[in-house]
């Protein structure tokens, strides 16, 4: 059971590496923002993963503070993208 969550954890990593690709090459600055985003969410669910694999529920927590710094991040870039400033 252990070899299926390292397994999955390799794919997650390696499905990262293409979004970092995306993130550095996307063809416009949303495609790299989606990418960041993706990547976030790529990222949680390898702690969660890791946290299984490890037998450390710490992760759990680490991965919810991790989502929702995720998604006020990308709250931030998009309204500033959108309106080219943070405060109106």
Known sequence: MLSFFLFTGV?????????????IVGPGVFNRVAALNVIGT????????MGYYFERPDFFDIALLYAML??????????????????S
């Open 11 to 23: 794919l997650i990593s390696l499905a990262i590496l293409l979004c970092l690709y995306r993130a």
């Open 42 to 49: 790529k990222t949680i669910l390898l702690l969660v993963v």
């Open 70 to 87: 995720n998604f006020i991040g990308t709250l931030v870039a998009s309204k500033y993208l959108e309106k080219g400033q943070l405060w």
